[in-house]
């Protein structure tokens, strides 16, 4: 009898550690992505430290801050000399190479880089 509980202890303990490593890390928007949107070309880039560059057909715009809450993108970006915050609602394919952010203005889909 005390064989089977050993037996079931080790099977529950492989089924935890299986769900464990099934849900892994989310998928990080840090990283180079490419999109296009009505024909013109955006690259956006962010870094670890939360800051990045906005690239619109060939103008850039830094980025000062990003900050992700659930499924909220907050950008911080320097325009004109003065700072001008854009909150998208965004999202990542399960593995972490599509991009998706929206706000009123419609949507744009980033492959990353």
Not at 10 to 26: E, N, Q, R
Not at 36 to 50: K, L, R, T
Not at 85 to 109: A, H
């Amino acid at each position: 009898m005390k064989l089977f509980k050993r037996i079931g202890a080790v099977i529950a303990l492989m089924a935890l550690m299986c769900t464990f490593m099934a849900c892994g890390k989310k998928p990080s928007i840090v990283g180079s992505w490419t999109g296009n949107d009505d024909g013109y070309e955006i690259s956006m880039e962010f870094n670890e430290d939360g800051t990045g560059k906005y690239t619109l057909s060939g103008i850039s715009l830094t980025i000062t801050s990003y900050e992700t809450n659930g499924d909220q993108l907050t950008i911080n970006q320097s325009v004109l000399g003065g700072t001008q915050t854009v909150v998208y609602t965004y999202s990542l394919d399960k593995k972490g190479n599509t991009l998706t952010i929206s706000n009123e203005s419609g949507s744009v889909e980033f492959t990353r880089k």
